[in-house]
């Protein structure tokens, strides 16, 4: 993910101090550092504990790489189950592929023999394909590959498994590499040039350059930007939209020997996400098919993905709002697949070039939010504002699709004063949009969230009877009430 026409930052001379620097966070002091530092991280006490461990005579650079881990360590927490093993530096923990998302992209892979990871950065790819493949990595920046292979190791150690045939890292420019006897590739092209980032369809190396990698191993998967043009795929190869919850965060391209639809829509759900009967844990949904014969997706408002019909899925119809309302998510609308979605929901288009989906019933989908609609109306600031403030609710969300205007500001607008707030009131969705290709106002709540603060509800009451009937059963029946009273309640998770 480090590959980048100029040399690495640490060049030369300038690559030892860093490799000298990581190498010395390796020995038994260093961990010693690196412990002090989490813990004064954990607790805010940086300043005071940095100046008790120079004035023990650590080194001053080696106490400031050390804290320098303890916040990329916390901060990496969000994408990697076992932040506080790994090493990072600030450009690779951007780039890097959360676990989850590198995980579900590895099953692609299965079945394949020897693999390459081409710009691997710190590894946040490596990880998953290492775990069920011998792998070649390959960075042209000797410390990001030294931290890759690291933390491929570290985890192996601390119970991940690795692939049979290990890690074979190569610090080296990847379009000098051979591939021979590599029966699949994974490229995550650098997006960004020095300290610039890069437009959605340009990489390091260059897209066209990592679709050419078919010309010697079929099976490539290629990491890109989720603003990526569409047009910029070549046919046959298959475009993946992938989000976190409902931020958009990349796109993924498969060659046609491991494509297995047109586009694909991936959301990664967090652990409490109730809108998958069964779910108790962070799961991944995909939704695949045609891309929708109309518009530009590339504002997130629109349906359609660049495709012409010419056989291609038939259009939703067109109808005025409904009881419900589908606000589809960005992976959906970025691949597509808003039709693909109406149909699947039993919903219509409000408006041929948006992509909210009216519906006459709601429908758990983690494809969308299911918001309920109880008022709508032409969109005037004033108007919209003196509904919201009799409405009497405790907070405002704004959702704008189609409409030119600062959300921020509109918000601002149409949030009431304090006075008329109800405290732990509901949340109130405003829908700002076009109906009949007017501007348009609709007022909603959001299904989704009640329905997860109601499970949160019964879940609580659950757990409240079922440790009053374990105190009941522990306790004498005439010292049941009084002892249930004592414990302060029912255990939390």
Known sequence: MSDRPAAPDHDGEQTARPLATFDALLTPTGAELLAAAAAAHADGTELRAGSRLRAAGHPPDLVAA??????????????????????????????????????????????????????????GDLLALAAEHPVLAVDRDPLHLRMAVH???????????????????????????????????????????????????????????????????EAVAVKAAPGLPVELVPPGWEIEFVAD?????????????????????????????????????????????????VGDDRDHGRPGGGHSGGGGPVPLPVRPPGEYLFDPNPA?????????????VGGWQIDPRIAFLGADRP?????????????????????????????????????????AGDVDAIRRRLMPARRYLVPGGRTMTVVMTRVRDEPWALLCTDVTQAARADQADRADAADRADAADRAGRADPPDLADRTAGARGGPARD
């Open 151 to 217: 933390n491929a190791h570290a985890l192996r150690d601390g119970g991940w498994e690795g692939g049979s045939g290990g890690v074979e890292a190569l610090a080296a420019d990847v379009r000098d590499v051979g591939l021979t006897g590599v029966d699949g590739v994974f490229v995550d092209p650098a997006r960004r040039g020095g300290e610039r980032r890069m437009s959605a369809g340009a990489g390091e190396p260059p897209l066209a350059w990592c679709f050419g990698l078919t010309e010697r191993v």
């Open 245 to 293: 919850r409902r931020g958009l965060k990349e796109s993924v391209l498969f060659s046609p020997a491991l494509a297995t639809a047109s586009r694909r829509a991936t959301v990664l759900l967090g652990p409490g996400d109730r809108s998958v009967p069964g779910t108790t844990g962070p799961r991944v949904v995909t939704l695949t098919g045609e891309p929708d014969p």
């Open 363 to 403: 429908l758990a989908t983690p494809f969308a939010r299911t918001l309920r609609v109880e008022a709508e109306m032409a969109f005037d600031v004033r108007r919209v504002a003196a509904a919201v403030r009799e409405a009497g609710i405790g907070a405002l969300d704004v959702r704008r699709r189609g409409l």
């Open 66 to 123: 050390a804290f320098a881990q303890a916040e990329l360590r916390a901060r990496a927490a969000a994408k990697f189950s076992q932040a506080e093993r790994m090493f990072f530096t600030r450009d690779g923990l951007e780039q890097a592929s959360s676990e989850r998302a590198a995980a579900h992209r590895a099953a692609r892979f299965a079945g394949l023999g020897r693999l390459a990871d081409l710009c691997t950065g710190i590894g």
């Open 332 to 344: 959906v609308t970025r691949a597509g697949l808003v039709g693909t979605l109406g149909r699947l």
